[in-house]
């Protein structure tokens, strides 16, 4: 039973991760890397899974969400999170999760505009779910995912039974460095960030099935991020390998929804758009299901507000901004995930390493500051809103600044100080205790 448990929350993690963005864009990776496949999705899955993957496992070591910012001050651990959840919350993610599964699920079949039912629909449905909060794991784990998996399984078997030809020739980046360029792809997702916020509904989750202790947690932690990191790993290769193979079909084509959709119709016809159609609004909606679920329980156990109003809330925000002020928002909010991402996995890697407690307040502020200078940069570097002159002299003097990740080894270099003086005073410590036993005797 215990095992069950396990793979029903693990199927939920991966369900709740992976969103449309998840599926539309291995398929162009895929398709630019070409034969250059294996090692830039290598490169990829690092990052892509990798990074999630890490800030699981460190949320199961924590035994609870609310202290990876423990030894930060509380206005600065507070606003960490107000911005979090409202930029992947209502501000971002949840009305760009809305608008892709009506652009991609159901403008194709139909004419005239009827995003303003479909996203009332959506979001009333996604209420209804989120709202379950004891039974999330059984709706979405044990019912909607593996209705998923099996979907997504039909267009990975097709590419791997028939597919439409030999694997592409690759583009200039991925001739010269696949691997490398695997990794910032991969980074790109910003799914980190989205493992931070989602870190409360699995924890949650881990402990409603009667885990308390912080071994049983972490032990179950592993368990539901082992099956999380299978799954999206092979989602990603699958998607990846049907654009690496699509090149026949991809003349013109800007994105991954337009070639993943060109070969669903190329091989499966009608029924294959009716199929991604399902893939792309259960995906959609098992994310805005999780996003809402988690916002909802950051602010009870915060502000002891209650869950099911906020998830009224965030859900009406989510309808209201996906009909009236998508691309307005996105002007505000794409710069807030860009800056956050480095944040948190900072965060995650510090947390790591250095114990969350109070007294280690400077090592964690020190951190924050670090990357969100530097994440800054980069976000401006990734919006093109910096100067070529400052922007050359920049890529010549940071290291990772040409991959959106200059905050990295400066992170890094900081923690592993702050772990070596931490050392250094615990030895200070035992060597003082054991004088004053001996002393003593």
Known sequence: MKNQSSLAIGLMTFAM??????????????????TQYLPAMAGFLITAVGLPALTLIVFGRLSDSAQLTQALPKPIATGFWVLLFTAVGPAFAMPRAVTVAYEMGIKPFVSGDYLALFSFIFVALTLVLALQRGKL????????????????AALALAALVMPLGELSTPTMDYQQQALTSGLIQGYMTMDAIAAVGFGWVIIKAITDKGHVTSKSIFKVTLKVTLVYALLMSGCYLAMAYVGATSASIAEGVTNGGELLTRYAAEVFGTFGLVLLSGIIIMAC??????????????????????????AVIVVVLTGVIANFGLNQILAVSLPAILILCPVAIALVLTA?????????????????????????IDALSILEMLPDSLASLLNQYLPLFSAHASWFMPVVALIAVSKWKLS??????????????????
């Open 352 to 376: 790591l390493v250095i114990p969350t407690d109070r007294a280690n307040w400077f090592a964690y502020v020190a951190v924050v500051a670090i990357s969100l200078l530097l994440g800054s």
């Open 285 to 310: 909606l098992t994310t805005t299901v999780g996003l809402t679920n988690a916002c909802a329980e950051y602010y009870q156990q915060t502000f002891n507000s209650p869950f099911s109003l906020t």
């Open 424 to 441: 250094r005073q615990i030895e200070t410590q035992t060597a003082e205790l054991d004088i004053a036993v001996k002393t003593n005797r």
């Open 17 to 34: 991760f992976l969103g449309a963005g998840n599926i539309i864009f291995p398929p162009f990776l895929g398709l630019e890397a070409g």
């Open 137 to 152: 794991v059984d709706y979405i784990g044990k019912f909607m995912t593996p209705m998923l998996v099996l979907m997504l």
